[in-house]
């Protein structure tokens, strides 16, 4: 453990910030990770409670937190480093971009504040990478049986990671111009600079994962070409249909879906190719974000990055308490609001708003309707949300962002081909190994759970890993070729 009783000596340290009339001049990281000293500090905090809700309860992908704290503490970072990848093959992807869950269901946290939790995880895989313990690792033998990997959000990358590292030849076929998925398009530089992806794939390609960017299975390469060189397919195609908001004059130019928008921010950022219909840039408009939620959040920072003249951001949904509230008590995930770096940049923030029509000058958006509400709960647990009279309001607006979040996994049909079995919700479904109703085609991430977390996308991808290996593992007898002609037991390449 840390030091004993080192919570009472020691406050909580979270991590600092660039100014913010600094760091809205340009894309880079906001955050300035926790100094050793600092972070020594925090490390002293941790006591490796007896029942650690952190690893249990709170983090998707079972980090194994008060043990992996006390080796920092001890500064045995190599070891550190080895506990924290047997959980999680990206922790720098989730040490800078989770919500940290597990903080919510740290044990201190019930009279206190908690551990800083996700810094440790970023100061453990951020050494791992600056003291060189990252080394290209590939498989001692390859296994004859190739596994094709569709999408390469965390989801795709962490299947791709553990089939990989278990010896069989993954390749990832990626739509985009580049790999990433969301971590690369949608989410802004200033939350994940995209060295720290690329620094990862490069690490994977070394290892043996081939990439294939540029493909959109089903449309450029058919499921039929995949599934006679594959003897499994595994789905990671993200959840990107956006729910859109059909009201009067939502035709008008200057309307756009939130991913749209970040996506043309990150190709431009990244020197890429953006024709002019699809750029949409905020400079000297009017910017209206409807969706209170992290992704209008991501809109918000970057509007005003690109020097919007100023930006609202409306919510349907009432404003949540500013402390955890009773109907969410620890060691759950608190329901209670939540300001992002980009809210500490500016911009203006409404809740129980709603957008009723929009108006325009000759084609294009100049004006919303908006009328406040009131959120009411039927007993059937539907919501409604009934409009106060006499709030009717106006906003003027020359970019509207639609954030509303995404409604299932398929927007261009590219599944289409193979006829899988979806939920209500529009999510493929699958078996407890993830197992699509198409036999040898598995799904992970974002396209089986619906909208979620990077951590959580990591978590399926993995458990996905699990389930496609358990198959290949029953269809082959429990022996394998392994390349070059001799016949191994699947346990003794996998080494367990
Ligand atoms: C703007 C935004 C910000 C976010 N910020 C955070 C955050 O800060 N922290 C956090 O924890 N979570 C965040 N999330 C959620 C998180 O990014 C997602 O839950 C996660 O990326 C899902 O991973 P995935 O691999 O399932 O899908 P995705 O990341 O969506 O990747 C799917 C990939 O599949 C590709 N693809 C789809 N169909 C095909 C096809 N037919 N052929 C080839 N390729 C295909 C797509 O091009 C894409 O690259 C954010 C989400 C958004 C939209």
Redesign the pocket.
Known sequence: MGKPGGFLEHGRQGPAYRPAEERTRDFKAVEIPLAPEALRLQLARCQECGTPFCHGVGCPLANVIPELNNLAWQERWEEALALLLANNPFPEFTGR???ALCEASCVLGIHDEAVTIRQIELAVIERGFDQGYLRPAPPPARFVERIAV???????LAVADALNKAGYPVVV????AKI????RY??PDF?LEKGVLDRRIHLMEDEGVRFETG????TDLSFRYLQSRYQAICL?????EPRDLQVSGRDLAGIHF??DY?MAQNLKHSGGHVNAAEDIDARGKKVVIIGGG??GA?CLGTAIRQGAQSVMQVEILPEPPGARPAHTPWPMWPAMRRDSTSHKEGGIRRWGVSATRFRGLKDAVSRIDCVEVRSVRHADGRLEFVPLSGTEFELEADLVLLALGFVSSDRQG??KELALERSAQGTIKADDDHQTSVPGVFV????RNG???????IADGLSAARGIRRWIKKAVGGKAKVEGGSEKKVESVWGE
């Open positions: 971009l989770c919500p569709v999408g390469s959000g965390p989801a795709g076929y990626e739509h985009a990433g998925g969301i971590l949608g989410i939350k493909v959109a299975v089903g990671c195609g993200g959840a990107r939130a991913m970040l992290d992704t991501d590219f599944m992970a991430g974002d396209m909208p979620a977390l990077v951590a959580r996308a």
